[in-house]
C-alpha cells in the first residue's frame, strides 16, 4: 500500500502542477521550433506576404503565411535545399541565421541583431540538433491580452502589454516577446520590450499574434479632460443613450445637444424614405407642440411606400439585382419582392432563409435571381458569409485567413453548401451574340444531388460545415441549403443578428459599430461593444423586425443629436454627434427634381417614378441623352454598378467632377432652365416672392427662411436682368449649398 502511494503522491503532484494549478511559464527562452523558432520568425516578418510568405518565396525560399503549415517550414528550413539552411556543426554558419543579421546580403535586408533574444534563441535550437516538434499541431489553445484596453491621457502615451498563451495542458506562457503586433493605426506602434506607444489622441486596436491564435485589444489615448459627472450628462431615452453615454463618460466628452424639429424632420424622412418632406408635411409637423410628434412621424414613414423603395433599393444593391447579370423581367420582379418583404416587415431571417433556399423559375420565383448573379459555389458562399453573416471569407480561398479564424478548409466546407444548385435554361435571347455573360429569358434554379466541393489539397470531397463550428452537415443527404439557412435565422447563430443590426445602424448614422459595415472579425473590434451586444438582443426578442429596431434607434437621443459644434473634441466615432454626410446619389437627383418642381425619372421608361425606386443600376428616358446625363450623375455621386455584394461599392468621397455637375452640369441646366419646372408656375402665377421662398424652403431645407434670407433673395431678384433669372439663380443657390447637399 504504501509502496503504491509513492509511485502516486508525484503524478498527483505533477497533476495539480499542470492542470489544476496552471503555472504562468516565460517562453522567450524555449527553443523550440513551433513555441519559439516560428514564432520568432514571424514576428521578424520572414513569413509574411511580401517576404518568403508569399505563394513562390522569395530568393528560392518560401515559408507559410504567417507559418499556417509548420510541418512545410520545418522542411523548408531544415531539408530543403541540401540543408543548406542550417549548419549543426557550426551554428553561427547556418544561412538561416547569417542572412537574418545582414551578415551576407538578403533582399529582405536586417532582421534581428547578433545578440538579440531572436538569434539567441534560434542558434540555441540550431546547436540542440534543429529538433523537429513531436507533432505538427499549434500547443496554444487561447490568447489573452493584459490588459485588453489600454487607456491614456495627457502625455501619457505608453504602457507595458503582456501576451498570455494558454497550451493544451492549461498552461500559461508570457509570450509577449514572442508574439507578432500589428495595429489599425501606424500611430500605434510596439516597443521591442512589448510597450504600446501611442503617438497622438486616437481610439484604435492592437492585434497580438502567436502561433495559430489572435487576439485584439482597444487602445484610447485622449487629451488631459477634466472629470464629467454622470449627472451632467443629459437624460436618456433609451437603452442605447445608457450604453453610447458610458462610453463617452470614459473618454470625458460631453453628447451633443438635441436637434431642432426642421433638422430631425428632414433627416429621418432622408433616412426613412430617401426623400425630403413635402411643404406642406413640413409645416404640420413643426406646428405640432405634442411632446411624442417625432415617434408619430417615424411611425407614419415606417409604413410608407417609399420606406420599402429605399429598403429594396440597398438590398438590389448588395444582392446584385442588375441587368448585366439578370435580365430586365428578372431584375424587376426581384425588385418588387424584395419591396414587398420590407413592406410587410418580413423577419430579417425569413428573408435570408427563403433568399438562400430559392428554387424554381427566376420569374415565379424571384428570390431565385440571387443565384442567377452567382454562378460558383465558392462566389454564393462569399456573397452569404458577406451580406448575411458580416464574415468575408474572401482571402481563405487559397490560404487560412490572415486577419481571422477562417482556415482554407472552413471557407470550401462553406462552399460546399452551395455545391449542389444547378441550372436549367429554358432560353436565351441575348441581344449580344458575342458576349457569352449576356442572359436574357427564364431558368430554372434546382437541386443537383452530385454537386460537390473538392479539398484544393488532396482533391477529396468535402462534407458542408457551418462556420465557427466543428459540426458537419446534419443530415448528409438531406437538403443542404435548408440546414444552413436554418442555421443561420437561428438565435444561437453569433453572426446573422450583430451583422443585420450593424447594417440597420450604419444606414442610419453612416458608420456601423463594427467598421466596415461587413467586416465582423477579432481583429476589428466594435467601437462599443456592450452597445451592439443589446441592440442584438432586442432584434432577436423583435423576432427580427427591421422597423422595430429603426424606431428604437430614432427613438433615441443618439440618433436625435446634432451636428459637432466648432472646436467639439473629437469623440473618434463614439457617436457624440451626428455627423453630417452627403445625400446618396438616387436621393439628391430626386431631391433636385423635387425643389425645382421638374420630373427627371420618368414611369413610363423606368417602371418608376423616382431615382430611388428604379429596380436597376441604369436609368432610361425617351431622350438618350438625358438618360445618359442622369446615368452620369448618379454614378458621379457614387450609385454602385451592382458588380459586388458589398456596400463599399457605393462611394460617398467628394470630387471635383461632382461641383462641376453641381455647378452647370446637364441635369443643373435641365431643371434651372427646363419647361415646366417650379420657377415657370411662379412666375405664371405672379406668386409673391415671400411665399415662392417660404415653399422653396420648407421644400429644401424642411424650414422656414429667416428674414435676412428673404431680404437677400429679393436683392437678387431686384438685381436680376429678369424674374426667371432671378429665381433661376436663387434655385441654384439652394441645391448648391451644403445644407441642402448633406444630411445634417
Not at 551554428?91 to 535586408?109: N, R, V
Not at 501576451?163 to 508574439?179: H, I, M, P, R, Y
Not at 419591396?339 to 435570408?352: I, T, Y
Amino acid at each position: 500500500m504504501i509502496k503504491n502511494w509513492c509511485i502516486l503522491i508525484p503524478l498527483i503532484i505533477l497533476f495539480i502542477f499542470w492542470v489544476v494549478w496552471p503555472v504562468r511559464l516565460h517562453a522567450a527562452d524555449n527553443p523550440e521550433f513551433l513555441e519559439g523558432v516560428m514564432p520568432l520568425l514571424s514576428r521578424a516578418g520572414c513569413n509574411q506576404g511580401p517576404c518568403h510568405g508569399s505563394l513562390h518565396g522569395r530568393g528560392g525560399f518560401r515559408l507559410s503565411l504567417r507559418g499556417e503549415d509548420s510541418a512545410f517550414d520545418y522542411l523548408a528550413i531544415v531539408k530543403n535545399s541540401g540543408m543548406r539552411r542550417i549548419d549543426n556543426a557550426n551554428p553561427e554558419s547556418s544561412l538561416l541565421l547569417k542572412k537574418a543579421i545582414g551578415e551576407i546580403p538578403h533582399e529582405g535586408g536586417k532582421r534581428f541583431d547578433r545578440n538579440s533574444q531572436s538569434y539567441l534563441l534560434i542558434k540555441k535550437w540550431i546547436e540542440e540538433g534543429a529538433r523537429p516538434p513531436s507533432k505538427f499541431k499549434s500547443t496554444t489553445t487561447k490568447l489573452e491580452i493584459i490588459p485588453p484596453t489600454i487607456f491614456l491621457e495627457g502625455d501619457s502615451n505608453s504602457f507595458p502589454l503582456q501576451v498570455l498563451a494558454t497550451g493544451e495542458f492549461k498552461n500559461q506562457s508570457d509570450v509577449s516577446s514572442l508574439a507578432t503586433f500589428e495595429t489599425s493605426s501606424p500611430l500605434i506602434t510596439i516597443s521591442l520590450e512589448s510597450h504600446v506607444i501611442c503617438s497622438d489622441y486616437l481610439e484604435g486596436s492592437i492585434t497580438a499574434r502567436y502561433q495559430d491564435q489572435q487576439i485584439s485589444a482597444r487602445v484610447i489615448r485622449i487629451p488631459s479632460r477634466n472629470p464629467i459627472l454622470a449627472k451632467e450628462f443629459p437624460s436618456p431615452l433609451n437603452y442605447i443613450d445608457l450604453h453610447v453615454n458610458k462610453k463617452l463618460e470614459k473618454l470625458k466628452i460631453l453628447p451633443g445637444t438635441i436637434c431642432s424639429d426642421e433638422v430631425f424632420l428632414r433627416r429621418v424622412t432622408l433616412d426613412l424614405n430617401g426623400r425630403l418632406p413635402d411643404a406642406d408635411e413640413a409645416e404640420k409637423f413643426l406646428a405640432d407642440s405634442s411632446p411624442d410628434k417625432r415617434i408619430k412621424l417615424v411611425n407614419a414613414l415606417l409604413e410608407r411606400s417609399e420606406f420599402s423603395d429605399l429598403w429594396a433599393l440597398k438590398w438590389s444593391d448588395i444582392l446584385r439585382n442588375d441587368e448585366k447579370v439578370l435580365d430586365a423581367k428578372g431584375v424587376r420582379v426581384f425588385h418588387e419582392w424584395i419591396k414587398r418583404s420590407f413592406a410587410e416587415d418580413k423577419p430579417l431571417n425569413e428573408f435570408a432563409r427563403e433568399i438562400i433556399e430559392a428554387k424554381g423559375s427566376s420569374y415565379s420565383q424571384p428570390e431565385t435571381n440571387f443565384y442567377r448573379a452567382l454562378r460558383t459555389p465558392d462566389v454564393r458562399a462569399e456573397a452569404v458569409a458577406q451580406v448575411f453573416l458580416g464574415l468575408r471569407l474572401q482571402c481563405a480561398k487559397c490560404h487560412n485567413h490572415p486577419f481571422d479564424q477562417w482556415t482554407q478548409e472552413d471557407y470550401h466546407r462553406f462552399s460546399g453548401f452551395f455545391s449542389r444548385l444547378d441550372y436549367r435554361i429554358f432560353e436565351n435571347n441575348k441581344k449580344d451574340k458575342l458576349d457569352k455573360n449576356e442572359f436574357v429569358g427564364e431558368q430554372i434554379v434546382f437541386v443537383n444531388r452530385a454537386g460537390a466541393v473538392l479539398d484544393p489539397k488532396d482533391g477529396r470531397p468535402l462534407e458542408p460545415r457551418f462556420l465557427g463550428s466543428k459540426d458537419l452537415v446534419l443530415e448528409k443527404d438531406g437538403e443542404w441549403l435548408t440546414q444552413l439557412s436554418s442555421w443561420l435565422g437561428d438565435s444561437k447563430n453569433p453572426f446573422f443578428a450583430k451583422a443585420q443590426v450593424n447594417r440597420i445602424w450604419f444606414h442610419l448614422f453612416g458608420r456601423g459599430i463594427v467598421d466596415p459595415l461587413d467586416d465582423f472579425r477579432a481583429t476589428n473590434l466594435p467601437i462599443n461593444n456592450d452597445l451592439l451586444e443589446a441592440l442584438t438582443v432586442d432584434f432577436h426578442k423583435s423576432g427580427f423586425s427591421i422597423k422595430n429596431l429603426i424606431r428604437v434607434i430614432t427613438s433615441s437621443a443618439t440618433y436625435q443629436r446634432s451636428s459637432p459644434p466648432l472646436n467639439s473634441p473629437d469623440d473618434f466615432g463614439n457617436f457624440a454627434y451626428f455627423k453630417s454626410r452627403p445625400l446618396q446619389a438616387e436621393e439628391l437627383l430626386d431631391a433636385i427634381s423635387k425643389v425645382a418642381g421638374k420630373k427627371l425619372v420618368s414611369q413610363s421608361f423606368n417602371g418608376a417614378p423616382t431615382a430611388v425606386s428604379i429596380p436597376s443600376s441604369g436609368v432610361r428616358s425617351g431622350s438618350k441623352e438625358k438618360g445618359l446625363a442622369i446615368s452620369r450623375f448618379l454614378a458621379s455621386f457614387g450609385k454602385p454598378s451592382r458588380s459586388l455584394t458589398c456596400e463599399c461599392e457605393r462611394a460617398e468621397d467628394n470630387t471635383l467632377g461632382q461641383a462641376f455637375l453641381m455647378i452647370s452640369g446637364d441635369v443643373i441646366l435641365e431643371v434651372l432652365s427646363g419647361q415646366g419646372n417650379r420657377i415657370e408656375k411662379i412666375l405664371m402665377d405672379e406668386v409673391k416672392p415671400d411665399i415662392a421662398l417660404k415653399e422653396l424652403f420648407l421644400i429644401a431645407f424642411a424650414r422656414r427662411p429667416s428674414s435676412i434670407e428673404i431680404e437677400k433673395a429679393k436683392a437678387i431678384l431686384l438685381k436680376s436682368k429678369n424674374s426667371r433669372d432671378g429665381w433661376e439663380d436663387i434655385l441654384w443657390g439652394i441645391v448648391n449649398s451644403k445644407e441642402f447637399l448633406l444630411r445634417q
